[in-house]
């Protein structure tokens, strides 16, 4: 679901204002986009879906600006479990046991992640200690022996051997940056997320079209369940058709959250009948997010991912580094904003949440998932600030899903009443196993102002749990 071979962004305050950090990477300057452009689809597997990796970059950043730590200090249990291994836990064994067919017969995958031939069970332990010294060697340069180091060198070896178009240039070009959060007042708070080229603009536009059609329905009702649905189509809608690199769109984000824009979406909502807007249709991805807080008053939501469970199933040999596969965000149709080409930073699914009171935030948040994300923080929200609910209620809650069309998945603790008074609308109605369609939230929220301790929940779709110290 991640690793050191990631993409991540953040979420920070500070105690005192919000910062936003984008760490995601760009393709290779050198990548034939020409030939990828007469694909169907952008490769999901291979050098081709590899965008440079921003997740060593994103600690980097993060512990020089905002650090209480020496950088090293923070990598000592990561080094200890490395070599010494961990025991591998249920959920992500059961994802695990996919890596066989997904990966088969790539032979640097297999060494690292199969050992034996196999991947390891629940409760086994998996050490790597090609992914120790990896990880010593970032901890003691600061992060530079990823970018511009030995393991610069040695991934881009392992592009040239393969014939792919990564360089150590676009490693040592590559720069995390820290950026301005977008903001949209609704549902009685002020809603943060990461500007594009991450989709968190879908959860904003959701909620705003929500606020003005049916924040008041009860979200487990037939009547709040289909408002919020097709909030979330139109909004994904536009996610798809203009979300991209900032440097390609060709529409402000800003102009996407305009009130006048929101009333026109949002007037297109049927309140009784399922519509298609168009949008396109969600894959699934592997994320591992953490909202924490301390008692000085600061919070963050970060996230970080390989994307499609191991990602691209390139391993750079000698090395533990499994490379992600965010070059498959990219598309491949000539003329539109996120079509694929050299040195830009594709759409990505991995989005940080955060929300604003008067006083400092009220909710510090992530949902992983892949294209579950967006609507999965749109339903989070409207049960928490809309309705109330605590935030391990509002995580624990049974949760919906947009598949493109028409089509939406539900889990099964959805009552069998709402889903008939779905399907009357014209809603596809389908029921999914809880795990792994539908994400996994993790929240902190204050107990108390100006913030010093602080409450946290955790989704038992997942293995992470809430811990304190």
């Known amino acids: ?42 490769p999901l597997l291979g050098w081709d879906s590899v965008t440079v990796p921003g997740a060593v970059s994103a600690w980097a950043a993060l512990s020089e600006r905002f ?4 950088f090293a200090a923070l990598f000592t249990d990561a080094v200890r479990h490395a070599r010494d291994g961990h025991p591998v836990a249920p959920v992500v064994a059961a994802m695990w046991s996919r890596a066989p067919f997904t990966y088969a017969g790539l032979e640097d995958f297999a060494e690292v992640f199969l050992p034996g031939g196999r991947p390891p069970a629940a409760g086994e332990r998996w050490a790597s200690a090609a992914h120790a010294e990896t990880l010593e060697a970032i901890a003691g340069t600061g992060g ?19 014939g792919a178009a990564l360089r150590e240039e676009d490693l040592a070009a590559h720069q995390p940056e820290w950026v301005a959060p977008l903001a949209l007042e609704a549902l009685g708070a002020r809603l943060l997320e990461l500007p594009p080229n991450g989709q ?12 003005r059609r049916g924040a008041a329905l009860d979200p487990d009702s037939p009547d709040g369940m289909h408002v919020a649905i097709e909030a979330t189509k139109l909004a994904l809608a536009d996610a798809y058709a203009h979300v991209a690199d900032p440097a390609a769109m060709r529409v402000a984000p800003e102009a996407l959250l305009d009130a006048g824009y929101l009333d026109e979406r949002a007037g297109r909502i049927d309140l009784a009948q399922a519509g ?15 909202a ?31 490379l992600h596969n965010r070059g498959a965000g990219f598309v ?28 400092g935030p009220l909710l510090s948040y992530g949902l992983m998932g892949g294209h579950m994300q967006a609507q999965g923080h749109l339903q989070l929200l409207l049960r928490i600030l809309a309705h109330g609910q605590g935030p391990q209620a509002a995580a624990d809650a049974p949760r919906w899903r947009v598949d493109g069309g028409r089509r939406v998945a539900v889990e099964p603790g959805i009552p069998d009443s ?43 779709r997942k293995d992470g749990m809430p811990a304190a110290r």
């Open 292 to 322: 924490a807080a301390d008692r000085r008053g600061r919070a963050v939501s970060f996230i970080q991912s390989n994307y499609m469970g191991f990602g691209s199933g390139v391993v750079v040999p000698g090395t533990g580094i499994a």
């Open 276 to 290: 298609d807007p168009g949008h396109g249709e969600p894959r699934r991805g592997g994320t591992v997010c953490l």
């Open 67 to 70: 650090g209480a730590l020496p």
């Open 200 to 211: 968190g603009i879908a959860a904003l536009i959701a909620a705003g079209l929500v606020d």
């Open 144 to 162: 530079e022996a990823f970018y511009r180091g030995e393991l610069a060198a040695r991934t881009a070896a392992a592009a040239r051997a393969a």
């Open 1 to 42: 679901s991640n690793g050191i071979g990631a993409d991540a962004f953040a979420l920070v305050w500070d105690g005192e204002s919000v910062h936003g950090l984008n760490a995601s990477g760009r393709s290779p300057a050198l990548l034939d986009a020409a030939r990828l452009r007469g694909a169907a689809a952008m």
């Open 418 to 460: 709402v889903r008939e008074a779905l399907a009357a609308r014209g809603h596809d109605v389908r029921v999914e196993d809880p795990v792994p369609g539908f994400g996994g939230a993790q929240l902190v929220w204050p107990l108390e102002m100006p913030a010093r301790s602080w409450g946290a929940a955790g989704d038992w």
């Open 332 to 359: 491949t149709t000539p003329g539109h904003p996120n079509v694929v080409a050299g040195g830009k930073r594709p759409f990505h699914t991995i989005i940080p949440g955060m929300v604003l009171g008067p006083a």
